[in-house]
């Protein structure tokens, strides 16, 4: 009964949701471990009573135990080694931000889920804000609700965790980051997403140019600052998209700065304004503002540099064509020296 009741339905439970929970993981069917380690227990103790006594009967007892320890370390090292059963990246992405993290810098934290693993992975000595999803439903009180938030804040790191269709439908908070400031970096875990926006969005000087990139999407300006980057600063980005059509697949834009070999010195990869405007929601006649923050490298030589865009989609990587090519030649960056 214990088997079947306990270990066998939480087997069959597991099992029989699995189609329903796009989220389901193997360690699922730990509910049914208490019960199958009483079983065990139990079976350790009525083998050893009906063993022979004697030596034979305790190397018996002590090789049913062997095997026993053998499968449940090797059970342990999956457990903790196997990307298939682990929890979340959490950790290991709280890391990354700690070791980038600068004194100033915001945690912006959106799903109140996240607390107990944030708590316990935190970065010390770094700011944390959680948003509040009631704030985040309309864009006056989102405005207020971030701008307090986030306050003087000169870099702001986003960790969003889980579906944001339970606590920020709209992508509000990633919008407004977009908005108010540079998207420098973005990277998933299992589990959700993390970006690192510099903040401050002075008015564009913007610069025309006509470029179609495939046959829905055209870039029509762009602005650039500082306009003598030294080493080691990050070029701000400002891109102005127009549809010409809905756009149907989800592009990702990529700048790269290259040296005048044509090797490539450094890039900064997103989704248009942040990820909150993914390029399959644009209808034609859209106009997006996007913003990009390019980290140049603190050995980077001076000289002149060319900045390309692109577009392309995930996980193909096939870039929209463009002018003949599949990269645009948008500017030349003169770095300065140190």
């Known amino acids: 009964m214990l088997l079947g009741g306990g270990v066998g339905f939480t087997l069959l439970m ?52 062997a095997l026993l320890v053998t499968g449940a370390l090797a059970a342990n090292h999956q457990w903790y080694t196997n990307p298939d059963y682990a929890r979340s990246g959490y950790g290991a992405a709280l890391r990354a931000v700690e070791a980038a993290a600068q004194p100033d810098d915001v945690i912006l934290l959106s799903n109140a889920l996240q607390m107990a693993l944030f708590d316990y992975y935190r970065p010390p000595e770094v700011r944390a804000r959680l948003t509040d999803p009631a704030l985040l439903v309309e864009d006056v009180s989102a405005d207020a609700h971030l701008s307090a938030l986030v306050g003087d804040a000169p870099r702001v790191w986003l960790v969003e965790y889980g579906d944001p269709i339970g606590y920020d439908r709209d992508r509000r908070a990633a919008a407004w980051l977009a908005a108010h400031g540079f998207r420098q970096q973005f990277f998933s875990f299992l589990g959700g997403t993390v970006s690192l926006y510099l903040m401050g969005a002075d008015a564009p000087d913007w610069q025309p140019v006509s470029a179609q990139f495939g046959d829905a999407i055209r870039l029509t300006g762009y602005a650039l600052s500082p306009a003598d980057p030294r080493p080691g600063d990050a070029l701000r980005i400002v891109l102005r998209w127009e549809a010409l059509d809905a756009v149907g697949a989800r592009y990702t834009v990529t700048n790269q700065l290259l040296d005048g070999a044509g090797r490539l010195v450094a890039q900064v990869d997103g989704a248009p304004a942040g990820g909150a405007r993914p390029t399959d929601s644009w209808a034609a006649g859209a106009v997006i503002e996007d913003r990009h923050a390019l980290p140049l490298p603190a050995d980077l030589p001076p000289g002149a540099y060319t900045l390309w865009v692109g577009l392309y989609p995930w996980p193909d990587l096939t870039r929209l064509p463009v002018n003949g090519g599949d990269l645009l030649m948008l500017a030349t960056v003169q770095v300065a020296s140190r």
């Open 14 to 65: 597991s099992w029989a949701v699995n189609p329903a929970m796009p989220f389901f993981h193997e360690r699922f069917v730990i509910g049914g471990a208490p019960l199958f380690t009483v079983l065990v227990a139990a079976g350790v103790v009525h083998l050893r009573a009906r063993l022979p006594a004697g030596a034979a009967g305790h190397a018996l007892a002590l090789l049913a135990v």
